[in-house]
């Protein structure tokens, strides 16, 4: 499926190197990616993968030089930049991936309460009824987690959760990483080359369609 415009969000779960593949891959795929991340989002890409996106800089300028996208691929807002186009129904993306999603931001999604720019997105994907697809990341998951994903997922919100399989061997933790972002871009037939798929003969397990 091709995507024009989409968002990438990222959240305050552990998993950080996730929404990073994720954004690469969708780069990779073309689309014009808008990036979300909340607070505690850039504190937990830096503890996990000492990428400081934040620091005294621009995270518009730090995500570029990361990511390298094509010339005006690439866009940030900041959380509370309610002005963003993102964040109006009539400028409404493909798609919105929240990818590590905690369970916080899950909760207050289910909610429909909007505090930031990252929810405001999320709620309009829902009632513009456009894709929108989380990436929790927790364990173990309480009632009230499990109650908050199964409302948004009859809601018709996507949920893939970060569980790497183990059927194609990894070898290592790209691996591990390049299965479960494989699965969140197969869940919105978007393809890819990420993994290979059991009983696919070797160097043709893809998603291409």
Known sequence: MEMKNVVLAMTGASGAIYGLKLGSELLRSGAHLTILISGTGFQVIKEETGLDLKGEGDPQQALAAYFRPESGQLEYFAEDDFFAPVASGSSAPDAMFICPCTMGTLSRIACGNSGTLLERCADVMIKERRPLLLVPRETPLSEIHLENML?????????????????????????????????????????????????AEEGKGTSEK
């Open 151 to 199: 409302k948004l997922s009859r809601l018709g919100v996507r949920i893939v959760p970060a569980m790497p399989a183990f059927y194609q061997r990894p070898e290592s933790v790209d691996d591990m990483v390049n299965f479960v972002v494989g699965k969140v871009l197969d869940s919105l037939g978007i393809v890819h080359r990420l993994y290979k798929r059991r009983g």
